[in-house]
């Protein structure tokens, strides 16, 4: 498949951008400097921007069979995830390219979610302790929600380092465990732009087994 890879440069998405080459997609990379998560080839694709700048997110995604995102927050930038559904949804649309898959965060509360009590206990603090993260991961989800696109955002707890390995996920009961390697994301992420009927237009939880 053609593919548009947003924060393909962050620890997430240089796991994603590799694990897609390897399955033989060809890729278009969207970043202030694509170049660090691959070099141009016949494979890859690279657009100078970021996911605000209209006319290069618009060059991204043309062509594109799915988009896929990696992109999480940046520092202080409580308003990254909000500003790109914003720009992103009406590109795509235009493009008439309408797969989505990014990811969001456990804390999300969605109706219908059956979380242990423990993750009960941390999403109420993730919600009233985030301030204005939180609520960028709630508008984000909102946007994708009222689009006619076919999203998916995949809720995840704590990320760490290691390799991957075998998952649950589920569209509403939260994991065992409160980690999820950054390769076993990454993997989950490529499977789900692969596969059409993976949980459109819903976000499941997914964590290691």
Known sequence: MNITVLGGTGRTGRLLVDELLSRGHALTLLGRDPAKAAAASDQVTLVAGDTRDRDAVARAVAGADVVVSALGPVGKDTTLLRDTAGILIPAMSTAGVSRYVGISVAGLDLPGDRKRGRDKIISWLLNRLG??????????????????????????????????????????????????TRASLARFLADATENATAYPRQAPFVADK
Do not use: F, M, N
């Open 131 to 180: 301030g204005e993260l939180a609520q960028d991961k709630i508008l984000e989800h909102a946007a994708w929600e009222t689009s006619p696109l076919e999203w998916t955002l995949v809720r995840v707890p704590r990320l760490v380092d290691g390799p991957a390995g075998p998952v649950e996920h589920d569209p509403h009961r939260s994991g065992r465990r409160t980690s999820l």
